[in-house]
Structures are given as structure tokens and as C-alpha cells.
């Protein structure tokens, strides 16, 4: 059992900021998010009363013209079929297990790479609800109350830099970690470490890259609970299994300096509310997964984790074979294949032969929606998402 810090969860303060700058607070639940407030604290503003849905379609025409950065605006929020919740629910327990091993070995190495004294901060959305199981396996496994907080970060935009302004100035950049759920071709590991370093030389805080992940099916970090690609049921929906709060926004007409990035807190999808449930179904297993998490951080320290960027390279392979070639349009993995069919416009989704069983929701969605499926028998992830390339105004395939 790892000692506990008495401190552990007290603000370590660093380079002071000017007096002048005044930051924003972080939100809590219930007045933000459904969840519980020692659960997460977000690093957001809220904008539920801002009209930024759009239709798929009129978003995709935006964001492939250059129009507009994909964080401008929202997808519409839909709920997912009774026959698609169903399929959430089998998702869940089918792999509620394994996932609680992978939360274990993410956190351990994590505590293990900060002297077990780590300020957890997720990627919202995707990472929110990884960070706030890592937090519990924390607590309850090994009696390390850490702090965690969610933010924002943006293709294009980089990482919220008022929201690292927060950070360097309640605790040591030092002991921070950043959290998200899983990788796909990297893009947003890049985008943190390009984040990051511009923050050193702005701000003059240095913050560590290694970001830790739970799956990491690209091969993009070293810090990772299971490089397989197997389906994350938070995946499956959108904010009803991620506290009731939407994709992080980052609008200049809504956003001003020195606030958070934003986010829409849906309190109409209430009754549809799983999000306390999921995180409750995989903490039952940490008990009984100890051993077997253990056994995975001994492996974990003998072999090598160097990053070999796999992803990406499939991603251009696979980019170039479609007449795409724009990596950006190619969405590798279970959990960004899932995003394409649920916020943009899919074109096609392919999918390993061995891992249909495993991507029953993914073929669901692509059924309900008229994408065309394609089976691959190489593909080195379960799936793959191609979001329609005909809606820039660049030279695009030609489409069926």
C-alpha cells in the first residue's frame, strides 16, 4: 500500500502571477456537470444559454473550407435509440473488467511518475470521466487523495492557456499529468506537446508532455493502460456518460482573454443520465482486479514504451489509398470511429474482420446513418472512420 500524503490534495503554489491578471474559478456539480464536486472540478465557463448547435452538414461545410474551427460551434446533441442504449449497456459489461485493469495500470504508473503525489488534469470531453476513475483507483486502491481538474484543448488552438495560467498558479507543474481517454493517430498528443511548449515560453512554466492515456491503440505515449484497441463505453455516447457537459468551445464572439474555454452543461437530458452509473460499474471491479493490475505495472516497467507513432503512419497509408490525403478526415480506433458517426459526417467506416463482434455499436450507428462498411482484413486498429471529404472547396474525391 502506497503512503499517504496528508497534503496531497492542498495547492502547491509556483511562480506567482501578476496581481493584475484576475483568474477565473473552476465550475463544480451540481451547479456544472452532474458530477459529484470532489469528483472533478472543470476548468470551463458555461454556456448553456449560447445557441452554437448546427446541423452535421453546415459544420463539416465550415470546418473543410476554413472557415471555421470545429470548436466554434456544437453538433446537434441527439439521444441515442433504445436499441443503441442496449447495446451501450451489453458494451459495459462485457468489458467493465478489463477497463477497470487499465484504469489501474494508467493510474499507478501515472502516481509512479509524480512520486505519487499527481495533480490529475483530463482533455475534456473524452478524458473527464478516464481522469475521474483514475482519481477513484487512486483513493480507494491506494489512498492518495489527488486533485483533478478538466480542461480544454483544441486541434489548431492548442491546450486552454488561461486554464494552465490557473494551474501554474495553485499547484507545481511539476506533479501535473494530463489525462485523456485514448489515442487515435496522435493529433492531440502533438497538439499538447506544441501547447505546452509555447506556454514555457510565454508564461515561463514548464509542464511534462507524458501525458497518460488509457488505451493508446497509436502507439503516441508511454504512460498507458492497454495498447489494444477495444471499445471504451464512454465512448458510446455523448455527454449522457460524461457528466451532461458538451465538447469543449472556443469561440472568440463568446470567449474572452484570460477566461476559460467553454462548455454547454444540458440540463434537459437529465432522465437520460448515465454517467455516475458507468463510473460506478468499472470502480466495482477495482477490488477484485489488484492483483492483475499489479502484474501489468511489473510488465509495464520491464518492456520498452517508447512511442513508434504507428497510428500515424497507418493514417497516412490509409489517407493516400482513399484519395482523401488529408490525415485530418481519417479518424482511427474504436472511440474516434464512434465520433465521426455521432457529431460529423461520415463517409465510409472500415473494420477489421476479427473485430466485429467488438464494434456492434459502431455498425449500428453506420447502419442507422446509410454508411457504407467496409471490411479490412490488415487494418491495424478494430476500426476506422473516414468523415466525408466533400465539403471543402480544395480539390476532394469523388464521392458515391
Known amino acids: 500500500m502506497t503512503t499517504v500524503h496528508p497534503d496531497a490534495a492542498t495547492?502547491?503554489?509556483?511562480?506567482?502571477?501578476?496581481?493584475?491578471?484576475?483568474?477565473?474559478?473552476?465550475?463544480?456539480?451540481?451547479?456544472?456537470?452532474?458530477?459529484?464536486?470532489?469528483?472533478?472540478s472543470w476548468l470551463l465557463q458555461d454556456l448553456r444559454d449560447a445557441a452554437l448547435e448546427?446541423?452535421?452538414?453546415?459544420?463539416?461545410?465550415?470546418?473543410?473550407?476554413?472557415?471555421?474551427?470545429?470548436?466554434?460551434?456544437?453538433?446537434?446533441?441527439?439521444?441515442?435509440?433504445?436499441?443503441?442504449?442496449?447495446?451501450?449497456?451489453?458494451?459495459l459489461e462485457r468489458s467493465g473488467r478489463r477497463l477497470a485493469i487499465a484504469v489501474g495500470v494508467v493510474t499507478d504508473l501515472a502516481l509512479a511518475a509524480r512520486g505519487d503525489r499527481p495533480v490529475f488534469v483530463s482533455l475534456a470531453r473524452a478524458g473527464t470521466p478516464?481522469?475521474?476513475?483514475?482519481?477513484?483507483?487512486?483513493?480507494?486502491?491506494?489512498?492518495?487523495?489527488v486533485p483533478h481538474y478538466t480542461m480544454s484543448i483544441v486541434r489548431g488552438v492548442g491546450l486552454d492557456q488561461t486554464a494552465l495560467r490557473y494551474l501554474a498558479a495553485h499547484h507545481d507543474p511539476e506533479q501535473v499529468i494530463f489525462v485523456d481517454g485514448w489515442t487515435g493517430k496522435g493529433a492531440i498528443t502533438r497538439e499538447l506537446s506544441a501547447a505546452l511548449a509555447l506556454f514555457a515560453?510565454?508564461?515561463?512554466?514548464?509542464?511534462?508532455?507524458?501525458?497518460?492515456?488509457?488505451?493508446?491503440?497509436?502507439?503516441?505515449?508511454?504512460?498507458?493502460?492497454?495498447?489494444?484497441?477495444?471499445?471504451?463505453?464512454?465512448?458510446?455516447?455523448?455527454?449522457?456518460?460524461?457528466?451532461l457537459v458538451s465538447r469543449t468551445?472556443?469561440?472568440?464572439?463568446?470567449?474572452?482573454?484570460?477566461?476559460?474555454?467553454?462548455?454547454?452543461?444540458?440540463?434537459?437530458?437529465?432522465?437520460?443520465?448515465?454517467?455516475?452509473?458507468?463510473?460506478?460499474?468499472?470502480?466495482?471491479y477495482f477490488a477484485d482486479v489488484d492483483d492483475e493490475v499489479s502484474a501489468g505495472v511489473a510488465v509495464a516497467a520491464a518492456e520498452d514504451r517508447t512511442p513508434s507513432w504507428i497510428g500515424w503512419k497507418a493514417v497516412e497509408r490509409i489517407s493516400t489509398e482513399y484519395g482523401i490525403n488529408d490525415v485530418n478526415l481519417v479518424k482511427p480506433g474504436v472511440g474516434e470511429t464512434t465520433r465521426v458517426l455521432l457529431r460529423r459526417v461520415p463517409w465510409k467506416v472500415l473494420v477489421r474482420a476479427d473485430a466485429v463482434t467488438e464494434v456492434a455499436h459502431v455498425l449500428l450507428l453506420a447502419e442507422q446513418r446509410g454508411v457504407?462498411?467496409?471490411?479490412?482484413?490488415?487494418?491495424?486498429?478494430?476500426?476506422?472512420?473516414?468523415?466525408?471529404?466533400?465539403?471543402?472547396?480544395?480539390?476532394?474525391?469523388a464521392v458515391q
Open 11 to 40: 495547492p502547491s503554489p509556483a511562480t506567482p502571477l501578476p496581481q493584475s491578471l484576475a483568474l477565473p474559478q473552476p465550475l463544480s456539480g451540481p451547479e456544472f456537470g452532474s458530477y459529484a464536486a470532489d469528483d472533478v
Open 54 to 91: 448546427a446541423p452535421a452538414e453546415e459544420r463539416e461545410q465550415a470546418i473543410q473550407s476554413g472557415q471555421a474551427n470545429y470548436a466554434e460551434s456544437l453538433p446537434i446533441e441527439y439521444l441515442p435509440s433504445p436499441e443503441y442504449e442496449e447495446l451501450y449497456r451489453e458494451a
Open 130 to 145: 478516464i481522469g475521474i476513475l483514475m482519481r477513484r483507483w487512486a483513493m480507494q486502491m491506494r489512498g492518495i487523495d
Open 201 to 243: 515560453e510565454t508564461d515561463g512554466v514548464v509542464f511534462s508532455d507524458n501525458m497518460a492515456v488509457l488505451a493508446d491503440p497509436g502507439h503516441c505515449v508511454t504512460i498507458h493502460g492497454t495498447r489494444e484497441d477495444y471499445l471504451i463505453p464512454s465512448a458510446c455516447l455523448n455527454s449522457t456518460v460524461s457528466g
Open 249 to 284: 468551445v472556443f469561440n472568440k464572439q463568446l470567449i474572452g482573454d484570460n477566461e476559460f474555454h467553454g462548455a454547454k452543461f444540458y440540463t434537459a437530458l437529465r432522465d437520460n443520465d448515465v454517467s455516475r452509473e458507468f463510473l460506478d460499474a468499472v470502480c466495482a
Open 372 to 397: 457504407t462498411i467496409e471490411v479490412v482484413p490488415d487494418l491495424p486498429y478494430s476500426c476506422v472512420g473516414l468523415i466525408h471529404p466533400g465539403f471543402g472547396n480544395s480539390e476532394s474525391v
